[in-house]
């Protein structure tokens, strides 16, 4: 057995100084130099273990640093983070917990309303027999005809070819494929949105080809998930929905990295590299006609309406869904500056009468809609003015979000200054303007209508809050009672379809009744 190594420890007169002691025999370089007694402690018996070893030579670092390090003194100031004194606003969502505080909700109201949506498969009851599922040429026409109007213009997802395929399918009776699935899910949606009784076997038949649409990594199998989230979302289970359409990202994204790989194979093996080697984004068609599914010259667009003896008319609406994208992306910057760093005492940097301006400018460029009463059926109302309600209910909503840090601010801050005075009055115009239209939009974009329903409950819920609390005197508020009365028929109305929307109209009734609204 080899011969133990001795460890050498520093020399007693270098620790208590909390010196580098070099550990030198018999007297160390510091204690020549200081011409002072250098001992050592003797060493113990066993050899320590290289954990020990390990530690003494931290020990010993930490005992040289400690001193160089205390005499830096406090940190400069730049060092600290200077803490905000505003206060931040919490965004209008039903996914802020610090707004469900701040109104008077459970911290976990988020969390409760997603685990009340259960997510349980949707399994077919039976084999359907595919000869029951061939439509007549008038139910073809209709269906594409509703899917148009009231999907279509919201979702440009489908290819013109569309009306082709289905047609074709509908012919051989929809036989297993994933183009027979996507038919029959526009067939299954236009029969939910006219509540037809030919909706269930359709459906049961379009979910029994979902196992080949999840093998296939093509466009037309990500069209079918696409298509079952919005059927999901019309028939207002948010879940489900969710649940589709994550997987059609999934899909979307791996299907676009591999185009995007072969794009660049081939850019490179066939031309040069631009310079910079950069590529330009492809921007979306501006032309309607680009996204129209019922476009003339297609063979079976001569007459799409409902029934056989309905007037053919071929009608084009402008596409809506660009303007619905571009208030949603102002809509979450105003949100995402809202709980930002920077807070200004205007609802946006810009001075008081520019944002107004601004406003004005974006509500001008909006179709105009005639005025109606918010408890309207769809019936009542044109289809075009229906494409125009939601994105009207958009504007106000980005127009609530823009004056609520203010409002909020002056509520935390227990004041009012001549600054946020005005922005008051305008705050509830814009909500009773936003209540108004989502009560209609609701009924009329029956895809969306789950999202809608929670932005009625939590706007209706921060109204509440923000009158009591700010005591205002407006002249919008005998209008803004009627409007939170109507908002709660409306949530009644799809409560038995979602038990998240029932919970929330138990919850804004009971707040209602305590603010001796109702």
């Known amino acids: 057995m080899g011969a133990q190594r001795s460890t050498s420890f520093a020399c007693e007169q270098c620790r208590e100084r909390k010196r580098r002691c070099d550990k030198a025999r018999p007297k160390c370089s510091s204690c020549i130099v200081l011409d002072v007694e250098c001992f050592y402690k003797p060493a113990s018996d066993s050899q320590p273990s290289q954990l020990v070893q390990e530690l003494s030579n931290i020990r010993e670092r930490l005992d040289y640093i400690a001193p160089l390090v205390k005499d830096l003194g406090d940190p400069p100031t730049f060092w600290k983070h200077a803490p905000d004194p505003q206060p931040q606003a919490p965004p209008i969502t039903i ?4 707004l469900m505080q701040v109104v008077g909700l459970r911290l976990d109201f988020p969390a409760f309303v997603f685990q009340l949506e259960t997510a349980t498969p949707y399994i077919p009851k039976a084999s359907v027999e595919h000869k029951l599922l061939r439509l007549s040429e008038e139910k073809v026409n209709a269906v594409i005809r509703i899917f148009t109007e009231e999907v279509h213009v919201w979702y440009p997802i489908l290819h013109p070819d569309i009306t082709n395929h289905f047609f074709e399918t509908n012919s051989s009776c929809f036989p297993p494929s994933t183009k027979s699935c996507l038919c029959l899910l526009v067939a299954s949606i236009a029969f939910i949105l006219r509540k037809a009784q030919s909706e269930s076997i359709h459906f049961e038949a379009a979910l029994s080809m979902v196992p080949i649409v999840l093998q296939e990594d093509s466009v037309v199998s990500i069209q079918c998930l696409i298509l079952l989230s919005i059927y999901f979302a019309c028939r207002v289970q948010p879940r489900q929905s969710y649940d589709y359409i994550r997987i059609a990202s999934f899909r979307m994204h791996s299907l676009l990295r591999s185009e995007t790989s072969m794009h660049l194979n081939l850019s490179t093996a066939y031309h040069p590299p631009r310079p910079g080697g950069s590529y330009a984004p492809i921007p979306l068609p501006t032309n309607d006609k680009s ?17 056989p003896d309905s007037p053919c008319q071929l009608q084009h609406y402008p596409l809506d869904f660009p303007k619905e994208l571009h208030l949603q992306q102002l809509l979450d910057k105003c949100m995402d500056s809202a709980t930002g760093n920077s807070y200004p005492i205007h609802p946006t940097s810009m001075s008081s009468t520019e944002y107004s301006l601004s406003l004005q400018q974006l509500l ?16 009542e109302i044109s289809t075009r003015h229906q494409h125009v309600t939601l994105l009207r209910a958009k504007y106000h909503a980005y127009e609530i979000s823009s004056y609520w840090p203010a409002i909020y601010r002056a509520i935390v801050l227990k004041f009012s200054d001549s600054e946020l005075l005005p922005y008051g009055p305008l705050f509830v115009e814009s909500i009773v303007s936003f209540l108004g239209t ?47 009365k109507d908002t709660l028929d409306t949530l009644k109305q ?3 379809l979602s038990p998240s929307v029932k919970y929330m109209v138990e919850v804004l009734e009971n707040r209602l009744q305590e603010s001796d609204i109702l």
Not at 292 to 307: F, G, K, R
Not at 365 to 378: G, Q, V
Not at 454 to 477: E, G, H, P, Y
């Open 364 to 379: 001008d460029s909006l179709p105009p809609i005639p005025p109606f009463r918010a408890t309207s059926m769809p019936q």
């Open 494 to 496: 799809f409560s038995e």
């Open 438 to 484: 989502a009560n209609v939009a609701v009924r009329v974009c029956i895809p969306k209508s789950w999202s809608l329903c929670a932005s009625l409950f939590i706007v209706s819920m921060v109204a509440i809050w923000t009158v009591d609390n700010l005591r205002l005197q407006s002249l919008f508020l005998p209008r803004l009672w009627e409007h939170l």
């Open 95 to 98: 996914k802020s917990q610090f």
């Open 291 to 307: 996204w129209d599914i019922l476009a003339e010259s297609s063979p079976y667009s001569s007459c799409l309406t409902l029934s």
